[in-house]
């Protein structure tokens, strides 16, 4: 009993093993497969050495870095961390409120980082971050059509999914919550009905604040989870990193494994056959 | 002049685009650089023959830590 105890509670290399999952559990985005299904967002995190630390720790092989006008006095390695990592990077189009300027920071991303893939943002609300879903639609197809592998941030919208996949995007990465809230899943049968009504794969992007939020994002079928400032505003942001890296791993388990229905009444788990009668009292 | 990432820079007459960013310390090979002029992207390889007109808008764009 004591054997069996230690090795439930084992160590944590019992349940993350080195980062890698079977070779058929992989999840493949555009041709390209990952073994990690954990993608981190470069943003808010306070050195570029905890940067590269949190990547090792989250075990990514894709992270988001945006566009912003050169600093001569401060030219970044943020390029060359990514790199030095193994990692490949995914533009993003954050801070785009039209199609027009998402349309040209996704070309001129390209240009940069010679990738054709893009997490396309365009942004509707400067106090929400909302997604603004008419012109997100217009920037995803005429980027598809300019032969981008286009990964847009939705609402969590199962009707605008499959309409961004029906325009040939990628995948979808639907919000739990307002980017940066840390406010978790507020629609879960929202994410469920992304899950059915689209094929390509689901990332759920935005709103994720700990562990449990990236491991019920997985047990909804999301085949992927975006992380952010989660990661860097954490207290201690390789902790969560590798917090999140176990989570979205018991995720994927615990969807693969088939919950059991949730019930208004107990089941008994103790059968009553062979129950003594001690009796009357 | 031309607006330089938002500020007013003085060029040359017919300066081209590589001779700038050389100014900025931008070299042709930089990684993880690119720029548009007016709205429009131009691509690496015509950085050197591109002559930078009055009034030029210019965005020399690079990575930056970002979700």
């Known amino acids: 009993m004591m054997q069996a ?40 995190f306070p050195s570029l050495e905890l940067l590269s630390a949190a990547i090792t720790a989250a075990g990514s092989e894709l992270v988001t870095v945006a566009l912003r006008r050169i600093d001569p006095g401060a030219r970044g390695s943020l390029v060359d961390v ?35 893939w893009v997490k396309l943002e365009v ?30 941030y939705t609402s969590d919208d199962p009707v605008l999914a499959r ?21 978790g899943i507020r629609n ?6 992304i899950r059915e009504a689209v094929e390509v794969p689901v990332v759920l992007d935005a709103g994720v604040g700990t562990a449990s939020d990236a491991a019920l994002a997985m047990e909804l079928g999301c085949d992927a989870v975006m992380a952010a400032s989660a990661i860097a505003r954490a ?29 208004l009444y107990a089941t008994a788990s103790t059968p009553d056959e062979g129950l003594p009668d001690f009796g009357p009292s | 002049m031309i607006l330089l990432n938002g500020e007013s820079f003085a060029v040359q007459p017919g300066e081209t685009l590589a001779a700038v960013l050389e100014r900025l310390g931008v070299s042709p090979h930089a990684r ?36």
């Open chain 1, 5 to 44: 105890m230690s090795e439930t509670t084992g160590t944590p290399s019992t349940l993350a093993g080195n980062g890698a999952a079977p070779a058929e559990d992989q999840i493949t985005i555009a041709g390209r497969s990952m073994r990690s299904r954990l993608l981190l967002g470069t943003g808010g």
């Open chain 1, 82 to 116: 990514c790199s030095q990592a193994g990692v490949e990077l995914l533009p993003n189009t954050a801070g785009c409120y039209t199609a027009r300027d998402a349309v040209l920071t996704a070309k001129l991303a390209r240009e940069a980082f010679e990738t054709n």
């Open chain 2, 32 to 67: 993880g650089v690119a720029v548009a002029v007016d709205g429009e992207v131009v691509p690496r390889a015509c950085w050197e023959l591109f002559a930078l007109a009055e009034d030029a808008r210019v965005e020399v764009l690079t990575a930056m830590q970002g979700g």
């Open chain 1, 188 to 193: 879960p049968y929202n994410i469920a009905l």
């Open chain 1, 163 to 183: 309409r961004l996949q029906d325009v040939g995007c990628a995948a979808v990465m639907p919000l739990g919550s307002p980017i940066g809230s840390g406010m």
């Open chain 1, 123 to 152: 942004i509707g609300d400067e106090d929400t971050l909302l997604p603004d879903a008419p012109e997100l639609l217009r920037a995803a197809e005429e980027l598809v059509d300019e032969g981008f592998v286009v990964l847009p």
């Open chain 1, 235 to 263: 207290q201690d942001p390789v902790r969560m990193a590798r917090a999140m890296r176990a989570a979205v791993q018991a995720g994927r388990l615990a969807r693969g494994a088939g919950r059991i229905p949730r019930r």
